[in-house]
Nanobody, 114 residues
Framework: QVQLVESGGGLVQAGGSLRLSCAASGFIFSFNAMDWYRQAPGKQRELVARITSGGSTNYLEAVKGRFTISRDNAKKAVYLEMNSLKPEDTAVYYC????????WGKGTLVTVSS
């Protein structure tokens, strides 16, 4: 079955960096687009970044120039490099896959202190 397992979250000061990882299994990874979403306390979940099977990327306007999504098909992993972090980036970050159903990981908490 599809499994998505995030890691790499933590507490960081404003201006710092973190790298999130998502290990995927149970489907043909290289064929599919992968997403990172986030959900801040009291807010709706929002799409942060997407990478297609061909490597094209899209970003939430608020993170453009600071976050980079990438993938390693051999390792069946997708990454989110986050630089120049701001307190408003504080959220639970989720790895997402859409097939006939939506699949989500359990999330990893990123806390950015001011």
């Amino acid at each position: 079955q599809v499994q998505l397992v995030e890691s790499g979250g933590g507490l960081v000061q404003a201006g710092g960096s973190l790298r999130l990882s998502c290990a995927a299994s149970g489907f043909i990874f290289s064929f599919n687009a992968m997403d990172w979403y986030r959900q801040a306390p009291g807010k709706q979940r929002e799409l942060v970044a997407r990478i297609t099977s061909g490597g094209s990327t899209n970003y939430l306007e608020a993170v453009k120039g600071r976050f980079t999504i990438s993938r390693d098909n051999a390792k069946k992993a997708v990454y989110l490099e986050m630089n120049s972090l701001k307190p408003e980036d504080t959220a639970v970050y989720y790895c997402h896959l859409k097939l006939s159903l939506d699949y989500w990981g359990k999330g990893t908490l990123v806390t950015v202190s001011s």
